[in-house]
């Protein structure tokens, strides 16, 4: 069974940095897209980032473009999201995701999800 273990939320001034860790486990996640979505007190679940574990190709949502930087180290089996220049509509839990569907790309369904990781931005 996939398992998707986010770290690294936390509270961080306007402007400052945060880096989230997603520590997958469970398969071999050669073919896998991954994902990170965010979702904000009274809002829908929404896209920020996507990675092909095989290849390393990239999507970003419009509104994290430029500030947002999705990778993963094979390694350690591990997929991270470096966060820069955060505001506060930032602010969300974010969730880590995958799926072996990428035959869309970079529109795929999203099968496995992690519990999500906190983070605020205080203006």
């Known amino acids: 069974q996939v398992q998707l273990v986010e770290s690294g939320g936390g509270l961080v001034q306007a402007g400052g940095s945060l880096r989230l860790s997603c520590a997958a486990s469970g398969r071999t996640f050669g073919s896998y897209v991954m994902g990170w979505f965010r979702q904000a007190p009274g809002k829908e679940r929404e896209f920020v980032a996507a990675i092909r574990w095989s290849g390393g190709s990239t999507y970003y949502a419009d509104s994290v473009k430029g500030r947002f930087t999705i990778s993963r180290d094979n390694a350690k089996n591990t997929v991270y999201l470096e966060m820069n220049s955060l505001k506060p509509e930032d602010t969300a839990v974010y969730y880590c995701?995958?799926?072996?569907?990428?035959?869309?790309?970079?529109?795929?369904?999203?099968?496995?999800w992690g519990q999500g990781t906190q983070v605020t931005v205080s203006s």
């Open positions: 995701a995958a799926s072996n569907r990428g035959s869309n790309w970079p529109i795929v369904p999203y099968d496995y």
